[in-house]
């Protein structure tokens, strides 16, 4: 399973751009899945096509909460795929496709080896993805606590990672027990979180990719 980050306040790789907003693509096989979609979607395009990602190739897009640092690329993206399926928290109700639409009401599988949290207090859900070294969860602002992500998470099975916006998020304790944490975008306290976890934490920033078995 592969996850690149395309959207984030900095960048990585050279050539990208970088704003305010956060968005990734996970990769399983012949699925690829677009994590939220950033602010601008001039920005998510041009990054995608200077990391080699087409937008036609992308078979789902889920959305983690209705922030418009999260959801302004996405109306660029529908236009451009007329046939991914789109997983909204209740809480957005701006899109409207029958049939293509999925708002998801509770916790629970999407397909194979990727589940939601459900909309958690805060209107956010998040993403866990299934891996042989455990759950990767990737969220967006993290809106609810990190905690309360992780904990429900943890019902689809032990979590490994952590990628995403973890915003004032200060409970560094609750952190020890993970392979890797990226924290990213609107995470305020990035270098206390590196300073607890230095073998662990790394940052992030557009074009930064992960690989999991």
């Not at 996850?3 to 956060?22: H, R």
């Not at 958690?120 to 967006?140: D, F, H, M, N, W």
């Amino acid at each position: 399973m592969k996850v690149t980050i395309i959207y984030d306040n900095e960048t990585w790789l050279p050539g990208l751009e970088a704003d305010w907003g956060f968005s990734c693509l996970v990769e399983e096989e012949d699925r690829r899945l677009l994590f939220d979609t950033g602010a601008k979607g001039a920005v998510l395009l041009a990054n995608m096509k200077h990391l080699g990602i087409d937008p036609l190739s992308i078979t789902a897009v889920f959305i983690s909460h209705a922030h418009w640092d999260h959801v302004g690329g996405l109306p660029e993206v529908l236009r451009r795929n007329r046939h991914a399926r789109v997983y909204l928290p209740p809480s957005y109700l701006e899109v409207a496709e029958a049939g293509r639409v999925v708002r998801v009401q509770s916790p629970g599988r999407l397909f194979e080896n990727f589940f939601s949290t459900g909309e958690l207090p805060g209107a956010e859900q998040s993403l866990a993805v299934k891996t042989r070294k455990g759950l990767v969860v990737i969220c967006g602002c993290s809106h609810p606590g990190v905690g309360a992500i992780l904990q429900a998470a943890s019902r689809f099975g032990r979590v490994s990672a952590l990628i995403g916006g973890l915003h004032g998020f200060q409970e560094y304790e609750i952190l020890a027990d993970l392979e890797l944490v990226c924290p990213c975008h609107c995470t305020q306290h990035q270098a206390e979180i590196m300073a607890h976890y230095p073998e662990t934490a790394v940052s992030g920033g557009a074009g930064k990719v992960f690989q999991f078995d």
